[in-house]
């Protein structure tokens, strides 16, 4: 019987691959505006489920887990600067989610 962990971290993985592999294009911006989370959030999110579990880890490992590469290097591959529009829209979207 597979465990549902197994599940879960296969989901996962397959989510990583698909926002840093196949789908470069999509902003951490664009992210945060239509789902309220981006990759950083991700890197958060598993820092602090290393450190609940009593494992050591500091913000640029935890990036480097989520983005498969120094968060530095992604970034200047990947990531453009936000139009207005898109700071427009990050600023509304804050406001309706609190």
């Known amino acids: 019987m597979v465990d549902t962990v197994e599940l879960e971290a296969a989901a996962f993985r397959r989510l990583l691959?698909?926002?840093n592999q196949e789908r470069t294009d999509v902003?951490?911006?664009d992210l945060m505006i239509l789902a309220g989370f981006c990759r950083n959030c991700l890197a958060?999110?598993?820092r602090e489920a290393a450190l609940e579990a009593g494992l050591e880890m500091d913000r640029e490992?935890?990036?480097e887990a989520i983005y498969?590469?120094?968060f530095a290097e992604w970034k200047a591959r990947h990531q453009r600067e936000a139009t207005p529009e898109q700071l427009a829209a990050f600023e509304a979207a804050r406001k309706r989610h609190g």
Do not use: V
């Open 17 to 19: 691959r698909h926002l």
């Open 27 to 29: 902003q951490n911006i």
């Open 44 to 46: 958060d999110w598993y």
């Open 61 to 63: 490992q935890a990036r």
């Open 68 to 70: 498969g590469m120094p």
